[in-house]
């Protein structure tokens, strides 16, 4: 392993993977390189894969059939939803990994929004009322870490209660407490379909104004106060600000995204000659960690962790 990079190492990274229905299926995402939606009965495997590479967690994101999104995005509350079926099949094959699932409606919502729609508009207690029912349903289905990624107000103080109502205290809750509007978002909403539903919408009555450095703490410590087990700040290169003064401040580990537009982005310069790859790919995932994240979810994953394992 190269000397520049011995504060990394593969038990830094959170993979996130997208799923999707059928048997045996691996279809590519276009818009991110080597990122596949993958079927469920082929979840193990990457499983087993990344927990001998010393990847301790996985992130799951539902592909899921436009047949089946609604207003309301009910299937968002299906126990036998991809998640839910994902988390089953990763438990029941014996691997020792943990398991990070997104709560949000904006997989399930015909509209692409994260949270119910009203007049035009995102109501906030009506989501957040659907969203503990949400995160219950993937706890009971073997999600070890609950990550509200909506961003409504007041939601992580219910889905701890609902949580330990169920008797899933020990399931945490990494929040997306500092989730900024941004057009790096773009590559996973073609991943999980939500770009074609979201239309011309956009969710900046909800998510973060980029320019906003005191906000972003303030959330932080209401999420840490509501009961988060650990905070995130996505996108994380471009908020790399954001993560080191949240990790200066905050009382939980604090986690960044390495979104799918930031992978793309250093993939597209690889492939064009203007980047060695490795390096920029182990570069980026070095920043976050000397700006103070206790963590990254990184689509390198696998591949960082091969190469730092060489």
Not at 20 to 37: A, C, F, I
Not at 67 to 90: F, M, S, W, Y
Not at 113 to 128: F, P, W
Not at 182 to 198: E, H, I, K, T, W
């Amino acid at each position: 392993m190269d000397d520049r990079f011995h504060g990394l190492s593969a038990a830094d990274f959170i993979w996130p993977v997208f799923v999707r229905d059928g048997e045996n299926e691996t279809t590519p995402v276009d818009s991110m390189p080597g990122v596949n939606r993958v079927s469920v009965d082929l979840l193990p495997a990457l499983a087993r894969q990344a927990a001998d590479l010393g990847i301790p967690e996985m992130a799951l994101f539902p592909a899921t059939d436009p047949a089946l999104k609604t207003p309301n995005g009910d299937e968002a509350l299906n126990p036998d939803n991809l998640v839910c079926r994902a988390c089953r099949a990763i438990k029941d094959s014996g691997v020792t990994i943990r398991l990070v699932c997104d709560v949000a409606l904006d997989p399930y919502t015909s509209h692409g929004q994260d949270g119910l729609l009203r007049e035009g508009y995102v109501i906030n207690d009506e989501t957040v009322a659907v969203l503990q029912q949400q995160a219950v349903v993937q706890a009971n289905a073997g999600c070890d870490i609950i990550a509200p990624s909506d961003m409504m107000d007041g939601r992580i103080g219910v889905i701890r209660a609902a949580l330990d109502a169920a008797g899933h205290s020990a399931v945490d809750i990494m929040a997306y407490s500092a989730k900024y509007a941004s057009a790096f978002y773009g590559p996973f909403r073609d991943a999980v379909g939500s770009a074609s539903s979201l239309g011309s919408g956009d969710k900046r009555t909800y998510q973060m104004d980029p320019a906003n450095t005191h906000e972003a703490l303030h959330e932080v410590a209401l999420d840490i106060a509501e009961g988060a087990t650990s905070v995130m700040v996505k996108p994380g290169m471009p908020y790399l600000d954001i993560v080191y003064r949240v990790a200066q401040m905050a009382t939980k580990p604090v986690y960044a995204y390495q979104v799918s537009g930031e992978y793309s982005m250093i993939c597209a310069a690889a492939e064009a000659g203007v980047v060695e790859r490795d390096g920029a790919m182990l570069g980026s995932l070095t920043a976050f960690k000397r700006a103070g994240a206790a963590g990254i979810l990184t689509y390198f994953a696998p591949d960082a962790a091969r190469v730092l394992a060489a």
